[in-house]
């Protein structure tokens, strides 16, 4: 039997993986900082006749980090997959304009430390079977500006390069190395599913979940200090835009506020107001993006 360590777990993503995973015949190992929920998640498998255990660990304590995986390692073995995908703090996100090295070094200690260390617990078992897979969990702003939470931007983009480079330096040994970038609200079991498919086919290594572009249109408002980091959502007048470009720009951003208030439970209603602002600006409330072209909001990169 394999086993799966998902580092990080919570109660949407993690636990679908752990389902999908768990369904395929994994064994579960599973970390977090809360033992009281690590208990109630391994029930929670069973139930579902799927072997798992969980022991409690801070990412920042790096020590502990690795006391936690070599309890899973002795319970069940060698570690044939590792998830690695520990939930920033929105309250931790700073503005690029205010950002300092205090929080640049919090995020990159969470995000790229902890991952770098939660790799060097596992590879060496991995090397020696000639088999394995490492997923890393992305931000949006691992593709897209961000400057709303700069700090956990830098520490995404970090750990999306930490990915890239293991991929090539392991995959002639038999070692798959991959990353997902959400860039939308997801659905978890959708995660999953994508998950279970990029260990099966070892490809590709990058993968986009979503349009990281969504996500920096809203950022645009925000910058001009009409969004709300979180929960998305206006707290000034919509700007008149000043050309076709912005204007898709504002329909986008719009439409990343809708998206969130249905998905957090906001209630039609405030999904309707924001549709009734896009409308004031030509946009179509029944249209995907609310009829923005994104490509003309953000033209593709320019090679020369």
Known sequence: MKTMAIIGVGPSI????????GR??????LVSRSQANLDAYVKELADLSIESVGFSADVYDRPGLVSAIEKIVSHFGPIDVLEYSPLMSMDSLVNVLSLDVEHAQSQLDMQVLGAITCVRAVLDGMLQKGDGALLFTLGASAYSSAPSHSNGALGVVAMKQYALML????????IYAGCLAIGQPPHPD??????WEKVQKRQPCETLYGDPRVHAAYEVLLAQGVGRVYPPGLIGKL??????????????GLYHMAECAQILGEGQEK???VAEIAESIGGNRSAPLFGANIDLAF????TV
Do not use: C, Q
């Open 14 to 21: 993690g636990m679908s993986l752990a389902r999908r995973f």
């Open 24 to 29: 395929e015949g994994y064994r579960i190992g």
């Open 167 to 174: 991929n090539t330096a392991l995959e002639p040994k038999g």
């Open 190 to 195: 959708e995660i999953a599913d994508i998950y």
């Open 239 to 252: 700007p008149t835009p000043r050309n076709d470009r912005e204007r898709n720009i504002y329909l986008i």
């Open 271 to 273: 999904v309707d107001e």
């Open 299 to 302: 033209p593709p990169v320019t």
